[in-house]
């Protein structure tokens, strides 16, 4: 039996880097039997008490009982897995820590192979974990929160950043408008939500991306957000209302058509005819519209994970990790964390 | 009170409080204005800075990190909360945008950073730290012009500069903005 398990590549992952407590068990970095993310709703619901949203405290609370739940629903044990994956930088260190020294102790108590993963990395290997799968090599646009990353992928080991935001990243100014526009939090689904009642014509926003001698593939958010300001200003000034949705709709098709664009203009430099898009902001209907139509004209094949494989979750590290443990790779329990990639 | 161009320095309280007004016009000149904030840095110093949306904050730290020392790209750490940085001194760019107060900030180890005395600490969204400050501080408060009022891209600055180890701080920040005082008019 033990040895039908290990046949069947089963890898633990763990991800706290930030503000999700995630745990997951995936079958060699492309099957994933069971998902956990320890949202504050989930944990509320569930585990009862206060739930800080940032603290690392609320990881070390979490952990445990979400990966025994990632176990369980796998129907698996400790005994079944080939090796634990763990994210363990870019982040928040004190949230980083709780996740890794958990996955060390795991290790240490099984004697099971653990690997550190960047989170960044990992989530281009939400696209690994359905069909159809991409093939090497291929362009990844990273896109969250805290990150707006354009990357070139030759294989698994070698992968380099061609294009960055150069201040906000492209899910922040969503949050950003939102919050301008006096729509919830977070602010992408709010905006995504309002967009369809809106032009997206109505208003021509300042193209987000730059192309210069810095860097051909980068990004400034932050001029746009503040564009968005200057018209709610401008607006009120001239005593006009404001049409949310209108606003809501051109800013999210000004944001999707410069990352679509930059993602296709960096592929076609690169000679590359693959797209994986990853991140939260992957979520975006906007934006996953603009890469099918785009994809559409031929000559390129994108790769968009469906939505909850986009914003943060334990299975794409697993994803990221079963690559090295495959090799007979593994971390040594000295292993740190780090705030940056 | 002492006029240096558009700057208003009211000196003293025993020559451990300075005050500015200034105006900027532009990002540039509020990241020129920070460079030399940056560059005449010392460790513990911790730079607050508050404003609304857009008001210029990031730019501020970008501008105080690279005269610092830091090379490469200095993004938002709203999503990160802390990014840090090894430069001349070490630095920590912190933002509270998403915390809702001092025990979230303790949460994330923004204390010991405020109070540790080491290296750099610049917070964006600083009005959210409560009395969590320590006595040598430097407070830069940005404010957008009422529509119409000013050019687009112009920044009101209120820089408060308290203790007296942050002399050459202060210092840094008359001279740079006299030398803006003397800039063409817009």
Request: with cysteine; aromatic share 6%; charged share 20%.
């Amino acid at each position: 039996m033990a040895c039908a398990a290990g046949s069947r590549g089963l890898v633990l992952g763990i991800e706290t880097s930030c503000d999700e407590t995630a745990v997951a068990v995936v079958g060699r970095g492309t099957e994933q039997l069971s998902g956990v993310v320890a949202s504050q709703v989930e944990l509320h619901a569930k585990y009862g008490g206060i739930v800080p949203e940032v603290a690392s405290r609320r990881h070390v609370e979490a952990i445990v009982p979400a990966a025994v739940e990632a176990l369980d629903r796998a129907g698996v044990s400790g005994r079944d897995l080939v090796g634990l994956a763990v994210t363990n930088r870019p982040g928040l260190v004190g949230s980083l820590m709780v996740g890794l020294a958990f996955a060390k102790s795991l290790a240490f108590a099984w004697d099971l192979p653990f690997v550190a993963v960047d989170h960044v990395l990992a989530h281009v290997y939400a696209s690994f974990l359905v069909e159809p799968r991409p093939r090497f090599p291929f362009l990844a646009l990273v896109v969250s929160g805290g990150h707006t990353d354009l990357l070139v992928f030759e294989n698994h080991d070698e992968h380099r950043v061609i294009g960055q935001t150069r201040d906000d990243a492209a899910g922040e100014a969503f949050d950003k408008v939102a919050r301008l526009l006096g729509l919830g939090y977070p602010g992408g689904p709010a905006v995504d939500r309002l967009a369809p009642k809106g032009r997206p014509d109505a208003v021509d926003w300042p193209d987000p991306r730059l192309d210069d001698a810095q860097g051909r593939f980068d990004f400034s958010f932050s001029g746009l957000k503040t564009a968005v300001l200057y018209h709610l200003k401008r607006q009120e000034a001239l005593g006009r209302g404001v049409c949310v949705p209108d606003i809501a709709a051109s800013f999210q098709a000004r944001v999707a058509a410069s990352l679509a664009g930059a993602a296709f203009a960096a592929a076609k430099e690169h000679g590359l005819t693959r797209i994986v898009i990853a991140g939260g902001v992957a979520a975006n209907s906007g934006l996953r519209r603009e890469m099918v139509d785009r994809a559409a004209r031929g000559g390129v094949q994108v790769f968009i994970p469906p939505i909850w494989l986009c914003t943060d979750n334990a299975a794409m590290v697993a994803a990221a990790g079963y690559v090295r443990l495959a090799r007979g790779e593994r971390d040594d329990l000295g292993t740190s964390v780090f705030s940056h990639s | 009170m002492e006029t240096v161009g558009e700057a208003v320095v009211s000196p003293d309280t025993k020559g451990c409080r300075w005050a500015f007004e200034a105006e900027t016009r532009s990002p540039g000149e509020t990241r020129d204005l920070a460079r030399a904030v940056g560059r005449a840095a010392g460790d513990g110093l911790v730079v607050l800075l508050s404003g609304p949306l857009g008001a210029g904050k990031t730019v501020f730290a970008q501008g105080l990190l690279e005269g610092l020392g830091v090379a490469g790209r200095v993004a938002s750490p709203t999503f990160t909360l802390v990014n840090e940085y090894r430069a001349r001194l070490p630095a920590w760019h912190i933002d509270l945008y998403r915390l809702d107060g001092e025990a979230d900030f303790a949460a994330i180890g923004g204390d010991e950073l405020l109070l540790g005395g080491l290296g750099v600490v610049v917070v964006e969204w600083a009005e959210r730290l409560g009395d969590l400050v320590p006595a040598e501080h430097m407070r830069v408060s940005l404010a957008l012009p009422e529509y119409g009022a000013a050019p687009g891209e112009a920044r009101r600055l209120s820089v408060e500069v308290r203790g007296r180890g942050l002399k050459p701080v202060a210092d840094a920040v008359a001279r740079r903005l006299e030398s803006m005082a003397g800039r063409c008019p817009a």
